[in-house]
């Protein structure tokens, strides 16, 4: 098992942006998660090592997901943010390389501890 590590977590008001990056970027598909308090855990992008992307319907718009394999990152930019995108974020990937990706929890296999982000009214 691999233990990713994310960071750019924060507090910031309604409207402003935030860039999460997760580290290492495994050579297989990766993907962020985030649960807010009192809510089960939720997808919210996923990206294959051939940069196709899935997005949850509450980010798409607004959320980009991107990987730079050769910086073994993976960042999750995040505009426009909204009070409902407060949760703890999480990065996931797979151990073994795949050809396609999934907002499903129970697709992953590696996970990190996360970052919070908070967004105020």
């Known amino acids: 098992q691999v233990r990713l590590a994310e960071s750019g977590g924060g507090s910031v008001p309604a409207g402003r942006s935030l860039r999460l990056s997760c580290s290492p970027s495994i050579y297989t598909s990766m993907a962020w998660f985030r649960q807010a308090p009192g809510k089960e855990r939720e997808g919210v992008a996923c990206?294959?090592?051939?940069?196709?992307?899935k997005y949850a319907d509450s980010v798409k718009g607004r959320f980009t997901i991107s990987r730079d394999d050769a910086k073994t990152i993976v960042n999750l930019f995040m505009n426009s943010l909204e009070p409902e995108d407060t949760g703890m974020y999480y990065c996931?990937?797979?151990?073994?390389?795949?050809?396609?990706?999934?907002?499903?929890?129970?697709?992953?296999?590696?996970w990190g501890r996360g970052t919070q982000v908070t967004v105020s009214s």
């Open positions: 990206i294959t090592v051939n940069g196709e992307t």
């Open positions: 996931a990937s797979l151990t073994k390389l795949s050809s396609s990706c999934a907002l499903m929890e129970t697709f992953y296999t590696n």
